[in-house]
């Protein structure tokens, strides 16, 4: 290692996101938002409602939310805003009594002195403030007294000096003469400082020559003529703030003690020229709200200062939490201001939310469409498939009285020959071959076995099984009204997810077509399917769906076409000549009987079919067993949350033509 640089300075990793931080765990996000997006909330929305409420392990955007109004609350609930005019009404207090006592001892004091002093400390005006303006140009007679007096200038000139600048009230605790003219000239050169900022003319030079020369006075180490204007004028907006959530005696005493502050008229001239700037440069600081507060501890200028400040922080967070605001994201969020507000670990939560976001936006789970919105993408599509399909699995594997069957040979019996892999195979690797395959590959191109083998894709063979036919598959899903409103529409869009995945990564030869019937029938893909909003419309067009199907078969002539069927309701709707949609409820004879006709063309063609019911509709019982039965099809009514395993189930089950079992096939 080389020698340490003695001028080596290191801080917090500043360039984007921590490079060293653990990937975010998106499996729980994705399924939250997937979940609400089969439920009809667009993938945006729904992204928003899984931060809004967090996760398993962690709290959500309301939960932080929550506790910013809790503090809010807490803070005013706590205080009051007298702390000052209290503090400087015992200061006088002290200094009348220790004067009175001076006056009653001292035996020498001429006693038309002593009565006229008397008179006067007597009759003081019950306002604080005058009092202490009346007392301004007293002779003190009790040394303790005249302390207990200057110090209420002293306190004043501090207060009103931590109400601009924090931590001058205990910065100035027993200053002298010469710490009061450093502050005097501080306020001199940054009333210069500001004006030439106002008018344009200031340098990067006058800033670090005024920061050299004054920066103990600004904890916050402002980098920049407009970080010391930002940190000030937040200051001086929240001490405005305060004096207009006094009331109005309040407010008019502090106005009048003011002057009284290190009994320095010019004091009070800079601070008013520096707000003056402040307003003018930060116009859109809050100059002129106000709080309620009604607690019962005492807050002085400048710690009242402070927690308006706070008051001022909590509310942008809570806006910031809202993500209200057009072109919102998690990194508006002010994890720094959230620390000191709620502590570290609610600036962990917040960190962790956003960092969910980003990958969501940025990890290729969500694209924007050509409409401009958020959709999920076909990467989120596959990667939810698969834990769809996981689940299916594991209910079928619990099913009783089924047999293993594994995917080595769900193409069929090994034949003990091999050739090369295609694009769709679905058949095991031969594992000898592809390996000599590789060895012969490098050693032809120069290379030393010896040295290691990179097993490319053209060196891969599978090994050969007896042929097994390909299926044409339509799952023809009912989307009329009431499969939404009996709670069966997300179900039906996971069965969907599930059945895509496996036939597309397991049974790649296979073909699958999505049909939906409501009031019409349509073709759909998968990212189609999963953001089908619900519609509010009437009818059960099956005899629409089945001819989509049909046309769907006749393009696979060389498959055998499988038919899967999910209904919760009788046909009540079929398809016109001139392609209006015919509705009747009850269901009409002639859209039982076009219907039907259909389904009689499919079953001469050799179609498979399975009917789905759903439900527990005696008269849509009925009509699937006639369906079933004139094409020598089955009938399987699921529960709701098994519909997936029992579609699955079906598919497996017509392509095996005997049990099944074992998850194998869903990894």
Do not use: C
């Amino acid at each position: 290692m080389g020698a340490h640089n003695p001028f080596s300075r290191y801080g917090r990793y500043a360039g984007g996101p921590d490079p060293l931080a653990p990937p975010v765990d998106l499996a729980e996000a994705l399924d939250a938002v997937a979940e609400e997006v089969m439920a009809g909330y667009s993938p945006r929305r729904a992204l928003q409602e899984f931060l809004r409420r967090g996760g398993r392990n962690h709290d959500g955007l309301d939960d932080l939310a929550g506790r910013v109004q809790q503090r809010r609350r807490d803070l005013l609930g706590r205080h009051r805003l007298d702390g000052t005019l209290n503090e400087v009404r015992k200061l006088l207090d002290t200094a009348v009594l220790e004067e009175r006592k001076q006056l009653a001892r001292d035996a020498t004091m001429d006693n038309t002195d002593r009565s006229f002093r008397e008179m006067q400390l007597q009759n003081l005006p019950e306002s604080t403030a005058a009092a202490v303006n009346e007392l301004a140009s007293y002779d003190w007679q009790s040394g303790t007294a005249r302390e207990a007096y200057e110090r209420i200038k002293d306190l004043l000139g501090r207060e009103v000096l931590d109400q601009r600048f924090a931590g001058m009230k205990q910065a100035l605790q027993n200053a002298t003469e010469e710490d009061r003219e450093a502050v005097s000239g501080m306020l001199r050169d940054l009333n210069e400082l500001l004006e030439k900022h106002r008018r344009g003319e200031d340098t990067e030079e006058d800033f670090q020559e005024f920061m050299a020369q004054h920066g103990q006075f600004f904890p916050e180490d402002p980098q920049s003529v407009e970080e010391l204007v930002d940190a000030l004028a937040q200051r001086a907006a929240a001490a405005q703030r305060l004096l207009q959530s006094m009331s109005a005696e309040q407010r008019d005493e502090l106005m009048r003690l003011s002057a009284q502050a290190f009994g320095s008229a010019e004091l009070m001239a800079q601070l008013d020229q520096l707000d003056s700037s402040l307003r003018a440069l930060r116009p859109g600081e809050d100059w002129t709200g106000s709080e309620r507060f009604e607690g019962q501890e005492g807050l002085g200028l400048g710690d009242g200062t402070g927690v308006l400040q706070d008051i001022a922080e909590l509310d942008q967070l809570a806006e910031q939490l809202s993500q209200s605001y057009n072109g919102s994201t998690l990194g508006d969020l002010d994890l720094d201001a959230l620390a000191r507000q709620l502590g570290a670990n609610a600036a962990v939560t917040a960190r962790t939310l956003a960092d969910i976001e980003r990958a969501m936006r940025d990890g290729g789970y969500l694209r924007r469409g050509a409409d401009g919105d958020l959709r999920l993408s076909p990467q989120a599509m596959r990667r939810l498939g698969k834990s769809l399909l996981r689940d299916t699995a594991r209910q079928l594997s619990g099913r009783q009285g089924r047999r293993d069957t594994r995917v080595a040979g769900a193409a069929g019996e090994l034949t003990g020959s091999s050739r090369e892999w295609q694009f769709g195979d679905a058949e095991p690797w031969d594992v000898t071959r592809s390996i000599t395959n590789a060895i012969l590959r490098t050693v032809a191109d120069g290379g030393d076995p010896g040295s290691g083998v990179r097993l490319g894709v053209q060196d891969i063979e599978v090994a050969e099984t007896e042929a097994r036919t390909q299926a044409a598959v339509v799952l023809l899903v009912d989307v009329s009204f009431s499969m939404a409103a009996e709670g069966r529409w997300v179900p039906m869009k996971r069965t969907a997810l599930a059945l895509h995945h496996l036939v597309s990564t397991r049974f790649r030869g296979d073909r699958l077509q999505l049909i939906t019937f409501g009031r019409y029938a349509q073709t759909m893909d998968i990212g189609e399917l999963t953001a089908l909003p619900v519609i509010h419309e009437q009818g059960t067009n099956l005899h629409h769906g089945l001819l989509l199907a049909s046309r769907f078969f006749r393009q696979h002539p060389s498959m055998q076409p499988l038919l899967l069927v999910v209904t919760d309701g009788e046909p009540t709707a079929h398809l016109l000549p001139d392609g209006d949609s015919w509705f009747s409820w009850p269901p009409d004879a002639e859209t039982v009987r076009i219907t039907v006709a259909e389904l009689d063309r499919l079953g001469r063609a050799g179609t498979q079919a399975t009917f789905f019911r759903l439900g527990e509709d005696p008269s849509l019982e009925r009509f699937v067993q006639r369906m079933a039965r004139r094409i020598d099809g089955r009938v399987v009514a699921p529960d709701v949350g098994d519909l997936g395993a029992a579609v699955v189930g079906e598919y497996l089950r017509a392509h095996f033509r005997g049990p099944y079992d074992d998850a194998d096939w869903a990894s």
